[in-house]
């Protein structure tokens, strides 16, 4: 049976974190599915948000691992982001794929569709799956409405690694990480 995952779990750098996430579980209040799609983003990194230091807007990446971050992209999508990394050092993980699993139906109703493919394939589609709003932010992923548990050993994955997507500058960081072979990806590799 797959372990909840600790805050120890997230002290890595941001890459390795990322890496590790591919096939593991994600719920929000009961509803989600297996991690398949990640990006890794660092206080360093230019497309990141913590690249020019701390501010209201990002005071999350910079506290303790485990925790959310989440943002509202574009005036339009919530996404949600992992926390990693040493508290004080800005990183984090970007949730850009999951594998429906659990509370199809009400995701389904969320996004206003019926393809199950499509319904958490981008990191905007998660966020209005999972129903994830501002009042997440900040809160502990080990602790309700969060459960987020390690990938099952007894099924593990394939993971392929390649650059992220939909950014402008750190575009040759190989830090999108994914399920080899998923259908369900925002893109392919």
């Known amino acids: 049976m797959p372990r909840p995952l600790k805050p120890k779990d997230f002290t890595g750098d941001a890459p390795s974190v990322a890496r590790s996430l591919i096939g593991a579980t994600l719920l929000v209040d009961g509803v989600g599915g297996l991690i398949v799609e990640v990006e890794a983003y660092d206080e360093s990194d230019p497309a990141s948000h913590c690249h020019p230091g701390r501010t209201p807007r990002n005071r999350a990446m910079f506290g303790p691992p485990g925790h959310a971050y989440v943002y509202f ?21 970007l949730i850009r794929a999951l594998q429906p699993t659990r509370g199809l ?85």
């Open 73 to 93: 992209n574009y005036g339009l999508h919530w996404c949600l982001n992992f926390v990693c990394g040493p508290e004080g050092h800005g990183s984090g993980v």
């Open 105 to 189: 139906g009400i995701m389904r109703e969320r996004r206003g569709l019926d393809d199950e493919r499509l319904l958490c394939a981008g990191p905007g589609r998660v966020g209005q799956a999972l129903g994830i709003t501002r009042d997440l932010y900040g809160l502990p992923l080990d602790q309700p409405p969060f459960r987020v548990l390690a990938p099952d050993p007894r099924h593990p994955m394939d993971v392929v690694c390649g650059p992220r997507v939909g950014i402008r500058r750190a575009t040759e960081l190989p830090w999108r990480f994914g399920c080899a072979g998923s259908r369900y990806l925002s893109r392919k590799f």
